[in-house]
């Protein structure tokens, strides 16, 4: 019979445990293309329940506790359930799907965060300029000028007309927070599922497009910061109302990083800087997971007959408030 020495368990230990360091570096440098460029390759998700901006019942404390995050979560799920209805109110109208059609996720960060925001350190997004402010205000009263009598498409928002479902950067929403990366010499693509909208990303340096030219999604110009891909983005536009991020100007600078931490997870953070809406940069930090199934056809507009039938009934109700008036 052998006998069991603690010792040897502890040698066994420190073994184990520089061998899964060295694992682990080996899976990193395994994570390259043909060519040698890290390989960001595949389908990716950037949906959490985790908010943007740290909720004031957690203001100080940057992570939660194990207990603490299992609580949040499941009140957030509770919160978020499209299936807990309120018939015949606008609630529930406005609800819309029931929670079978929601991909928004289910769990917070796994490093129980409170927050997307990691700068400013108390996680909120920086405060906004006055000129910021009047056109979050303006902004908000098209918004609500478009749900009462629109003369036309051009009433509505660039998301309503299916142009595009949300300018750059983009954060996890309700559903559709898929992104696919092709890489090949030279370039990166990424695929957003949501209106299917592709940035090609050319990594020589290139000059940005001249400033006269904007675009929906901007000028995106990448390049490789030892294994982490850094993309600048300048160039966007405000030619239509919801086309830029937030409320901010046309001239918003955004840099992008991209960093493949393992087989499932890429470390994802962005920094916008615009010192016409906000009074310093802020930055965000967010993971984005491998996802189950395959990516699809996002077909938003399939003849858009929502705006059509908005439009009509506008036109109806216009007719109905001519012929209530008086005859003179």
Request: charged share 25%; net charge neutral; proline share 7%.
């Amino acid at each position: 019979m052998r006998t069991h020495r603690p010792g040897a368990v502890v040698v066994v230990a420190v073994l184990a445990a520089g061998l899964g360091a060295v694992t682990s570096d080996a899976q990193t440098r395994a994570f390259r293309t043909p060519w040698g460029d890290p390989d960001l390759q595949g389908v990716w998700s950037n949906q959490t329940l985790t908010p943007l901006e740290r909720p004031a019942e957690f203001a100080g404390k940057t992570h939660l506790t194990e207990a603490e995050a299992a609580a949040y979560q499941a009140r957030l799920r509770r919160a978020l359930n499209a299936d807990n209805r309120e018939p015949g109110t606008l609630r529930d109208v406005n609800t819309a799907y029931n929670d079978f059609w929601w991909d928004r996720g289910d769990r917070i960060l796994p490093d129980r965060r409170t927050s997307l925001v990691i700068d400013p350190p108390d996680g909120k997004v920086p405060a906004m300029t006055p000129a910021g402010k009047a056109r979050v205000a303006a902004e908000a009263e098209a918004n609500r000028r478009e749900s009462d009598f629109p003369a036309g498409p051009e009433d509505f928002d660039v998301y309503s007309r299916c142009i595009i479902r949300g300018a750059l950067p983009r954060l996890s929403t309700g559903y559709n927070n898929n992104y696919q990366f092709v890489q090949a010499p030279g370039y990166v693509a990424i695929l957003q599922e949501q209106i299917h909208e592709t940035r090609i990303i050319p990594l020589d340096r290139r000059p940005h497009i001249p400033g006269t030219v904007r675009q929906w999604l901007g000028d995106s110009r990448g390049w490789w910061d030892g294994d982490t891909l850094v993309v600048e983005t300048t160039n966007f536009t405000d030619a239509a109302r919801g086309s830029t991020f937030r409320g901010a100007t046309k001239n918003m600078h955004l840099v992008e990083r991209f960093r493949r931490v393992d087989e499932t997870t890429i470390d994802y953070q962005f920094t916008v800087s615009d010192p016409e809406t906000w009074v310093r940069p802020w930055t965000v930090k967010v993971p984005w997971f491998r996802p189950e199934g395959l990516l699809y056809e996002y077909a938003c507009h399939e003849g858009n007959y929502g705006l059509a039938n908005t439009l009509s009934a506008a036109r109806a109700l216009e007719r109905e408030k001519q012929q209530a008036q008086p005859q003179k």
